[in-house]
């Protein structure tokens, strides 16, 4: 089974960046997989952020953070990345990464029976 590991969430003013990484732990390593990023506020629904096809062709981003985050991959280092710039307090919450589908469109409907990472805080204060 697919594990997922995110790190690099923390606290940053508006405007500033972060950017997450996503890494297997187990034996099954990610790159064969398209990968995405949800993000859970409170008393928000869960909403897909971004995600990445398996060669890293196809990327897709909610038309909240279109032109301010970018996400990518780099295979051989088994990490995905979402680099997140100009952020807002709206962008504040917890992220996850999910994987175990072979598609984006998968995460689209059936992201609850994907593989979802513990989750890495965000917080855009002022």
């Known amino acids: 089974q697919l594990q997922l590991v995110e790190s690099g969430g923390g606290l940053v003013q508006p405007g500033g960046s972060l950017r997450l990484s996503c890494t297997a732990s187990?034996?099954?390593?990610?790159?064969?997989?398209?990968i995405a990023w949800f993000r859970q506020a409170p008393g928000k629904e869960r909403e897909k952020v971004s995600c990445i096809s398996s060669t890293g062709g196809i990327t897709r981003y909610a038309d909240s953070v279109k032109g301010r985050f970018s996400i990518s991959r780099h295979n051989d280092k088994h990490t995905v990345y979402l680099q997140m710039n100009s952020m807002k307090a709206e962008d504040t919450g917890v992220y996850y990464c999910?994987?175990?589908?072979?598609?984006?469109?998968?995460?689209?409907?059936?992201?609850?029976?994907?593989?979802w990472g513990q989750g890495t805080q965000v917080t855009v204060f002022s």
């Open positions: 187990g034996s099954t390593t990610l790159e064969y997989f398209a």
């Open positions: 999910v994987g175990g589908g072979y598609s984006c469109s998968d995460y689209d409907t059936h992201a609850d029976l994907a593989s």
